[in-house]
């Protein structure tokens, strides 16, 4: 079947830390990886995505990877701000169907001054 | 900009009242989620749509709830009767399914429901 594997948080960073958020899946196939945040009081908003294993997909100084061989689509931040405290999600979309999400149970990412 | 809209945003019901959601796809999307979200269970897929067809409505309790899609442009979950364990925020998204994966599939900002 399909599931998404996702750190438990929360995590609390203080401004500049690196971040790494670790997310593995489990699928048939060869399906697409996605990270969404969630603002407080928000809906979800697509962060990143990526289609293929080796692909790597980036937006605001986020990156992930997707590994096929280890099953892996880790979100790093290099330099995480205040405004990055949020609610992120790994979801995973298989590569046939009604291109429906799975989603993690979401990591919870505290940023302090 | 394109958005997923829904009604009400927030909603204070008594334990028995019927409750209705709706949403707004984004133009020309032919796919509709409802998912609902609590703090125990996370995001949980109630239904989705495509072309307006239900294609899975497993997640969702079938003797309370109900989702349709009258036309392209609305979709609605109701809840009749409603009981405090439906407590949550109920999400709809939608996509455009393209026979391919990989399609980004777009969040409305929720419907907060409280059955007191």
């Known amino acids: 079947g399909n599931s998404v594997t996702q750190m438990e948080g929360p995590v609390t960073l203080s401004e500049e830390a690196f971040l790494t958020i670790n997310c593995t899946y489990t699928?048939?196939?060869?399906?697409?990886l996605f990270w969404y945040v969630q603002y407080p009081g928000e809906g979800l908003q697509l962060l990143l995505k990526a289609t293929k294993a080796d692909d790597k997909g980036s937006n605001k100084g986020f990156e992930a990877t997707y590994r096929k061989e280890t099953t892996s689509f880790h979100l790093e931040k290099g330099s995480v701000q205040v405004s990055d405290s949020a609610v992120y999600f790994c979801a995973l979309s298989p590569q046939t169907g009604a291109n429906n999400l799975f989603f993690g149970t979401g990591t919870r990412l505290t940023v302090i001054p | 900009d394109a958005r997923v809209t829904q009604t009400p945003r927030h909603k204070v019901t008594e334990m028995g009242q019927e409750v209705t959601m709706r949403c707004q796809p984004i133009?020309?999307?032919?796919?509709v989620f409802w998912y609902r979200q609590t703090m125990m269970q996370g995001l949980e897929l109630l239904a989705y749509?495509?072309?307006?067809?239900?294609?899975?409505d497993s997640g969702m309790p079938k003797d309370r709830f109900s989702a349709e899609m009258p036309d392209a442009t609305l979709a609605t979950l109701k809840i009749q009767p409603s009981e405090p364990r439906d407590s949550a925020v109920y999400f709809c998204?939608?996509?455009?399914?393209?026979?391919?994966?990989?399609?980004?599939?777009?969040f409305g900002e929720g419907s907060w429901l409280t059955v007191v």
């Open positions: 998204a939608s996509g455009l399914a393209q026979g391919l994966a990989g399609n980004t599939i777009y």
């Open positions: 749509f495509r072309n307006r067809a239900p294609l899975d």
């Open positions: 699928a048939t196939g060869y399906p697409s």
């Open positions: 133009l020309g999307h032919n796919t």
